[in-house]
């Protein structure tokens, strides 16, 4: 079992800052990919950023140029700095990992950018 707890989340002003912050514990041998997906209310979970071990992120074109996703394979964490906000962007924020094919999720952060 993995557990994910994420840490960051808050409400900001449109063009302000937030930086989110996931740990990974339990068994975490051989997590491949790390990321965020986040869910508005009324839409469907969507891919924010991930990365898989040794490689490069992967961005969804909402956030690219906004955010960047950042790893550290020995500590198991993941971090997301999310720059130049908008209205948009409001959403629950989960952190994700993935182990020999199997997911995982934690609990989630809200994220409210105000206009």
């Known amino acids: 079992q993995v557990q994910l707890v994420e840490s960051g989340g808050g409400l900001v002003q449109a063009g302000g800052s937030l930086r989110l912050s996931c740990a990974a514990s339990?068994?975490?041998?051989?997590?491949?990919?790390m990321g965020w997906y986040r869910q508005a209310p009324g839409k469907q979970r969507e891919l924010v950023a991930r990365?898989?071990?040794?490689?490069?992120?992967n961005y969804s074109d909402s956030v690219k140029g906004r955010f960047t996703m950042s790893r550290d394979n020995a500590k198991n964490t993941v971090s997301l700095q999310m720059n130049s906000l908008k209205p948009e962007d409001t959403a629950v924020y989960y952190c994700?990992?993935?182990?020999?094919?199997?997911?995982?999720w934690g609990q989630g952060t809200q994220v409210t950018v105000s206009s």
């Open positions: 994700y990992a993935d182990q020999m094919g199997r997911p995982y």
């Open positions: 339990g068994n975490t041998f051989s997590l491949n990919f």
């Open positions: 990365i898989p071990r040794g490689g490069s992120t």
